[in-house]
């Protein structure tokens, strides 16, 4: 929960206590005569408290809660960072399901180059595993006529715009071959990072049909 300021407490002498006299016997029973704890706050959160216990009536100085502090301090931004780790790992394990599911092609690209194919958008580009996508550049994939284009769409979402409608190109497979695919692109975050995702449909039929019946 968040917290203003929360600050050290120190018992000189838990038997004294009675705000403590519930928990007596538990001191009793661990040896406990004086404490202190002091909480550990990250990022404005309350995320628990370091004890320090002392056998015997004991006067917490100054520079003993000093160095608890800063003992406190680096404890707390280690299991925040813990914590976030954990909360990346499972909303990319969330994602990862979810894309994988997609019924079209996914492909995620920071920094020019590929990230994440969906299984979808492996088998549109010919590939037999998203294995042999990942760290190739994304331009790989891209017919050179659309190079000015995969470009500026690119600027448009590093200049603020978090989404761009689906517009027509043309994409180059693993063997060479070329398809028509319509793409919708996403600004987002990924593992840390700036990154665009595709969103990559195969209209290769749809276009050959309206081709078809234009030459009717």
């Given at each position: 929960r968040d917290v203003v300021d929360p600050q050290p407490i120190a018992v000189f002498d838990v038997e004294r206590d009675p705000a403590l006299a519930t928990f007596r016997p538990i001191f009793?029973?661990?040896?406990?005569?004086?404490?202190?704890?002091?909480?550990?706050?990250?990022?404005?959160?309350?995320?628990?408290?370091?004890?320090?216990?002392?056998?015997?009536?004991?006067?917490?100085?100054?520079?003993?809660?000093?160095?608890?502090?800063?003992?406190?301090?680096?404890?707390?931004?280690?299991?925040?960072?813990?914590?976030?780790?954990?909360?990346?790992?499972?909303?990319?394990?969330?994602?990862?399901?979810?894309?994988?599911?997609?019924?079209?092609?996914?492909?995620?690209?920071?920094?020019?180059?590929?990230?994440?194919?969906?299984?979808?958008?492996?088998?549109?580009?010919?590939?037999?595993?998203?294995?042999?996508l990942l760290g190739r550049p994304i331009l790989d994939f891209v017919h050179p006529g659309y190079h000015d284009l995969f470009h500026a769409r690119v600027r448009q979402l590093r200049d603020g715009a978090t989404q761009l409608p689906a517009v027509e190109k043309r994409f180059v497979r693993l063997d060479g071959s070329a398809i028509d695919v319509e793409v919708t692109r996403i600004g987002f975050t990924f593992r840390g990072r700036p990154a665009v995702q595709m969103v990559v449909r195969d209209i290769t039929e749809r276009k050959r049909t309206e081709e078809a019946r234009r030459l009717l």
């Open positions: 009793t029973a661990e040896r406990i005569r004086s404490l202190a704890f002091l909480p550990l706050v990250a990022e404005r959160r309350l995320l628990g408290k370091f004890m320090l216990y002392w056998e015997s009536p004991h006067q917490t100085s100054d520079e003993e809660l000093r160095l608890a502090r800063t003992i406190a301090s680096s404890i707390a931004v280690a299991i925040a960072r813990r914590r976030n780790e954990i909360a990346l790992r499972e909303s990319e394990e969330r994602y990862r399901r979810l894309v994988e599911a997609c019924p079209v092609g996914v492909l995620v690209h920071s920094e020019g180059r590929i990230l994440f194919a969906n299984p979808v958008a492996s088998h549109l580009l010919g590939a037999n595993s998203h294995a042999e």
